[in-house]
């Protein structure tokens, strides 16, 4: 029976399957056109996504040093926090639950949706959204009663999803075409850039931070998450690479840079896969979509659980399921939000507006350690080598994403980043009079 805090339950494989099982998303199925096109040249773009990962690796050793320092939930809340800069935990985690957690599970259940509307054409429109809905739920189900056996299904699913593209890579590198790595551009192509695919990539490789929100609830975080983040780079780095080689062996460079569905194209020329390259895609796709949404369901509402135990959200986030040891209340709210967004369109561009002040944030996380490290509590088990070093590179890495962001919807970043703050510092500064400044520490962990 749970004494009102979640417990360690979790191993090695768990942490694994989350961090892997959140970074590979559907964004695989059109990147590899997308970095192939920015890159310019064979060479450059399969070295884009190995310099894409490698720019990962310093990231997850900060993670890996802060969140066995701290090993509770809530991940980057809980680093500035420590860092003392309390405020901006808040915002952190106000901009998170409002306006980036719940919107990404109801994009990715729509996502879902719109694959089985291959099969079943009758799942569009109200049907569609019932079903995307219900999907919802499904997932929801194993993750409220138990953390344990949803932590068992995500190692199945994300097991589930990383064979499909073994079976493109393994028959990719037999029937590929050697010649299509020759390929040179023509006079009037657009010149060649590693700067352009390596940012292509860069999303490709958000995700693994995921076990960093459930830090609470692994047994031994001081092995398992330093074990876990490093790993999923490399799994993912390896994946990846080997998928682009394969897709570019396969089909011709020029088709590729032009291809707003590579991975499908390129699987129209395997022998015996052709005639059902789109239904295998399709299918490939829900399984992996459907192993993110899974994760994001699962680990998700543990930072509002951390921000309620803090005294910097509605209290009742803070509840502990008495039988299933699970924070009920935070799930069921974040869920239900979800199933509500189902119901709108346009998503995507509006999670995309509020993304900036998230990986704004994410850099201040990073910066975070310097703080850290002058905190006499500071006792990581983890140290990551050259931390100086290490940190800035994170930095540099986290912040080329923020541009590209920033970039991308400069005017509508900063407005959703003043929106976000000019709503949530006056519930801060409520909340902070209304309990104080709980010490929360490992008081919300039981080892």
């Known amino acids: ?24 998303g559907s964004g695989i199925f059109v990147s590899s056109g997308d970095v192939a096109k920015a890159a310019g040249t064979p060479s450059i773009s399969i070295l884009a996504w190995i310099i894409g990962g490698v720019i990962a690796i310093p990231q997850v050793m900060v993670l890996a040093e802060l969140s066995t ?33 719940p919107p990404s599970i109801s994009i990715m259940a729509l996502a879902i949706v719109s694959y089985l509307a291959t099969f079943f054409p009758f799942f569009s429109g109200v049907a569609g959204k019932l079903l995307g809905i219900a999907i919802i739920l499904l997932i929801t189900s194993i993750h409220y009663r138990s953390v344990k056996e949803g932590g068992l299904f995500q190692v199945i699913i994300t097991a589930i999803k990383i064979i499909p593209f073994l079976i493109v890579i ?59 983040l490093i790993s999923s780079v490399f799994i993912v780095l390896a994946l990846y690479t ?5 897709v570019i062996g396969l089909m011709p460079f020029e088709e590729l840079i032009n291809s707003n569905a590579a991975v499908s194209e390129a699987v129209k020329y395997i022998p015996g896969l052709s005639d059902i390259a789109s239904s295998f895609v399709a299918i490939t796709a829900i399984i992996v979509i459907l192993g993110s949404l899974s994760s994001c369901i699962m680990f998700q509402p543990r930072l509002e659980y951390a921000m309620a135990k803090d005294g910097l959200f509605f209290q009742r986030f803070a509840r502990v399921h008495p039988k299933y040891e699970t924070p009920s209340f935070s799930i069921i709210v974040q869920v239900t939000y979800a199933c509500i967004l189902v119901c709108f369109s346009n998503l995507t561009v509006l999670l995309g507006y509020f993304t900036l002040i998230q990986l704004v944030i994410n850099i201040m996380d990073f910066a975070a350690v310097y703080k850290c490290r002058k905190r006499d ?17 994170a930095i540099l890495g986290a912040s080329w994403l923020a541009w590209g962001t920033f970039t991308w919807a400069p005017i509508q970043g900063v407005i959703a980043a003043l929106i976000v703050i000019v709503t949530g510092l006056p519930v801060y500064y409520y909340w902070e009079r209304k309990y104080g400044s709980k010490k929360n520490n490992d008081s919300d962990i039981v080892a």
């Open 1 to 24: 029976m749970s004494n009102g805090t979640l417990t360690r339950k979790l191993g090695f494989w768990s942490a694994l399957a989350i961090a892997v099982g959140t970074t590979i």
């Open 242 to 246: 080997l998928l682009a080689v394969c």
């Open 170 to 228: 393994v028959l990719g590198i037999m029937y590929m075409n050697p010649d299509n790595f020759a390929y040179t551009p023509g006079p009037g192509a657009q010149k060649s850039s590693l700067i352009g695919g390596v940012s292509a990539t860069t999303w490709a490789y958000t995700g693994m931070a995921a076990i960093c929100f459930m830090a609470g609830e692994f047994k031994n975080p001081g092995k398992i998450l330093p074990r876990a």
């Open 377 to 393: 509590d500071y006792n990581p088990i983890y140290r990551m080598p050259m931390w100086r070093l290490t940190t800035v590179l």
């Open 69 to 101: 320092a701290y090993p509770q939930n809530g991940s980057g809340y809980v680093y500035l926090n420590k860092a003392g800069w309390r405020p901006l935990a808040f915002l952190y985690g106000w901009a998170t639950f409002w306006a980036l957690d």
